[in-house]
């Protein structure tokens, strides 16, 4: 039995022996890799270091296929099933009616891609999209139920949507002074500009009671994605999605000119960018939204085949000055008012410019 034994011990020795002679000669690239793969970033799916995501497989330079672990065993650029770089890029697109009624003519919708490597710091300061915290926007409309008067207050909370900080905004709407609509929603702007909207928590009241949650999502939630509310360079023509959380929210915009006036108790305001906003669910939402930079934000709302509209009033933005934040000088003759868009004394006898309302309207 001992006779047995010892050649196995001597065996053992030498085993060991070797192992440890190798383990001390492998080279070190071989060892970085070890602890670059795949494993090793399982806590770390936000990885922007490379040109793609955390997880990309190496014969797909440069592609976002973020749910990559393993490399491909397709013969294309793409993953089998997943889209290539320039789908991926640009997100696809999705054919659907214009009008949300499901028939006649189609408008071709980008359906934008969402990437959290795409996002840098958590300020939003495209031109006409701009959220400024402590700044108030208030709008007025009249309906047939009575005057609705809808508040909009950019805070200074953030928050944390599949990896990105998104401003918080607050939207309260109310009918005859009762409230009728509390919602807070989620915005965060990408490293070229563009805004998008990630999400939204609404709740809908009755006599001081929530009856309805419906239309809130949240990008990354149940097969909920976030989509662009304002393009860092919008063309006309451009038609892309805003939300998307299928048959709940799939609200969608065109961009339909570049060069608007348009007048609200606020002001009159030109080069204003027109869009009509419309869902593929719901047909009665068809309507043209006005952003005007010197406002940062929406200004006029028409809702199309019907004569209601939702005009801005006033703009307070804090302790700031709002007439000069917006770079214009208000008219000596017209105390008061913010005809922001006036750089030279009124030539017209009454308090207000010609072609527009003076204070009382």
Not at 136 to 163: A, F, H, M, N, P
């Amino acid at each position: 039995m001992l006779m047995k034994t010892k050649p196995i011990l001597m065996f053992m020795a030498v085993a060991i022996l070797v192992g440890s002679i190798v383990s001390m000669t492998i080279p070190d690239v071989y060892a970085t890799q070890i602890g670059n793969s795949s494993i090793s970033n399982t806590n770390n799916t936000h990885d922007c270091t490379g040109n793609g995501s955390a997880g990309d497989d190496a014969d797909e330079p440069g592609d976002n296929d973020v749910n990559d672990e393993e490399e491909d065993t397709d013969t294309g650029n793409e993953d089998e099933g997943e889209a290539d770089d320039d789908e991926e890029r640009n997100g696809g697109t999705a054919s659907t009616s214009a009008d949300g009624s499901g028939g006649g003519a189609t408008d071709e919708i980008t359906h934008p891609k969402f990437d959290p490597c795409d996002f840098g710091n958590q300020i939003v300061d495209n031109p006409y999209f701009t959220l400024t915290p402590g700044t108030t926007y208030t709008y007025q409309s009249e309906t047939e139920e009575g005057t609705e008067e809808d508040i909009v207050l950019v805070t200074d909370e953030t928050k944390e949507i599949l990896g990105v900080t998104a401003t918080v905004v607050h939207d309260t709407v109310r009918l005859d002074g009762e409230l009728i609509e509390d919602t807070l929603d989620w915005f965060a702007q990408d490293k070229e500009g563009n805004v998008w909207y990630v999400g939204e928590d609404t709740k809908e009241y009755e006599n001081e009671e929530v009856v309805s949650t419906e239309g809130s999502w949240e990008a990354g939630v149940d097969g909920a994605e976030g989509g662009i509310i304002m393009e860092a360079d919008p063309q006309v023509g451009d038609t892309y999605r805003q939300e998307w959380y299928p048959a709940i929210a799939e609200d969608a915009a065109k961009v339909v000119s570049l060069n608007e006036k348009v007048k609200v108790p606020f002001g009159t305001f030109t080069n204003c960018l027109q869009t009509r906003e419309f869902s593929t669910l719901d047909p009665e939402l068809n309507e043209y939204k006005y952003y005007c930079t010197a406002v940062g934000g929406v200004t006029l709302e028409e809702v199309i085949d019907s004569e209601e509209t939702v005009k801005l009033i006033d703009v307070n933005a804090g302790e700031a000055n709002m007439t000069e934040q917006l770079g214009a000088a208000d008219d000596a003759d017209e105390p008061g008012e913010n005809d922001v868009n006036d750089e030279e004394e009124d030539t017209d006898t009454g308090n207000e410019d010609e072609g527009e309302a003076d204070e009382e309207d």
